[in-house]
């Protein structure tokens, strides 16, 4: 009896836990249609501005208003998805409805899965028309000639400081833009089709090699690195060859069908690459904004401190100051900056006057909003 009394509570146990399954299955069902319907009436919405915009000859990319319908949602969010998730959601939400009324074309350094090209997708989303070139020079070209509607190219690294071939870009080009920001945390995994004892080369960037610098050394000390265009292109290299290995994404493990052998082997857990979105218009303001600059000061002792003291009177913070060897015969330096603010707010506006009768020369490279970290 009592084996049978038990028999008959597990199996009303089991229809209990079968129609409980149901109705909440039944539950998703009935909310993701919901959802669907949702999604489109936002979608109509967006056509409509869409159709506005284009009246009035407005730009369809707006980087203040992206910016703002995701941080109403990160502050809105209360779980439980993560902020990520529901940004990642939302993003391609965004990137859906901006190409109904137009489908933006994007140059990137490639190939596909190259930290360029996850910083394309973070920012803006899968809904546009990739345009993968060979170098960060081409990204600029293809923006100049407008042939792409923007580019996305690396800024700085938190390890390894400035990317001098697009400082360099900006000095041959400083009509381009920036547009916007993308701040992505960058972690490094060795991919291989072969065990670590049997690897004698690995492929990857020469940035990425350095931000792992040290774990290669102790790791796969017998190896020799070599340097190649971009991370993407080490996965391809490291598919193809016996005994080689490459420093790349996870994404890029899938889309060549390596193995990860190890996973996040930069030496320093904060590394972090900004990417800046160049093009050529102008963006407005948001409250939460940064200004960047080109300028060069004359070559004579105290006039950068000079300079830079505008800043400090007017209390304004400078978040970013590089130094960059000046096309010119003599020994001079051009200096980029970002500044907090809008170029248009009263108070950056004055400041930039004024700082400006300390310069030879001063280019204002765009106002932006700034970006928080991707995850």
């Not at 038990?6 to 909310?31: C, F, M, P, W």
């Not at 400083?174 to 004892?197: D, G």
């Not at 300079?307 to 200096?335: D, G, H």
Request: net charge neutral.
């Amino acid at each position: 009896m009592t084996r049978k009394s038990e028999g008959g509570s597990t199996a009303v146990s089991a229809n209990r836990a079968a129609a409980s399954l149901r109705s909440l299955r039944s539950q998703i069902d009935k909310l993701d249609l919901h959802i669907l319907k949702l999604i489109n009436q936002r979608a109509a919405l967006a056509a409509d501005i869409g159709r506005i915009k284009n009246d009035h000859g407005n730009e369809v990319f707006s980087p203040a208003r992206e910016e703002e319908v995701l941080q109403n949602i990160q502050e809105a969010n209360k779980g439980p998805l993560d902020i990520g998730t529901v940004r990642a959601v939302f993003r391609e939400i965004v990137s859906g409805s901006r190409a109904l009324q137009k489908t933006l074309k994007i140059a990137y350094l490639g190939p596909e899965y190259s930290f360029s090209h996850l910083a394309a997708v973070e920012r803006f989303g899968q809904a546009i028309e990739f345009m993968r070139v060979g170098s960060i020079a081409a990204v600029f070209e293809e923006v100049n000639r407008g042939h792409a509607d923007f580019g996305v190219v690396p800024l700085e690294n938190s390890t390894d400081g400035r990317v001098a071939d697009t400082l360099d870009m900006f000095l041959r080009l400083p009509q381009l833009k920036i547009c916007a920001e993308v701040r992505l945390p960058i972690h490094h995994n060795l991919l291989a089709k072969c065990e670590q004892q049997e690897i004698r080369r690995v492929y990857s960037k020469p940035q990425a090699l350095s931000q792992c610098r040290n774990w290669l050394s102790k790791n796969v000390p017998h190896a020799s690195l070599h340097e190649v265009a971009s991370t993407a292109t080490a996965a391809e290299l490291a598919q193809r060859e016996p005994g080689a290995a490459a420093v790349a994404s996870r994404q890029a493990a899938v889309r060549y069908g390596l193995r990860i052998l190890f996973t996040d082997i930069e030496d320093s857990p904060f590394n972090e690459t900004r990417f800046a979105v160049i093009g050529t218009q102008e963006c407005s303001k948001t409250g939460r904004d940064k200004t960047a600059i080109m300028f060069k000061v004359s070559h004579r002792p105290g006039s950068l401190v000079d300079a830079l003291s505008i800043f400090k009177q007017a209390k304004l913070n400078l978040t970013w100051i590089e130094s960059f060897p000046a096309k010119s015969p003599k020994s001079e330096y051009v200096f980029f900056a970002d500044l907090e603010g809008h170029h248009e707010d009263p108070k950056v506006k004055r400041a930039l006057a004024s700082f400006a009768e300390h310069c030879e020369e001063l280019s204002i490279l765009g106002s932006y909003p700034m970006a928080s970290v991707s995850n």
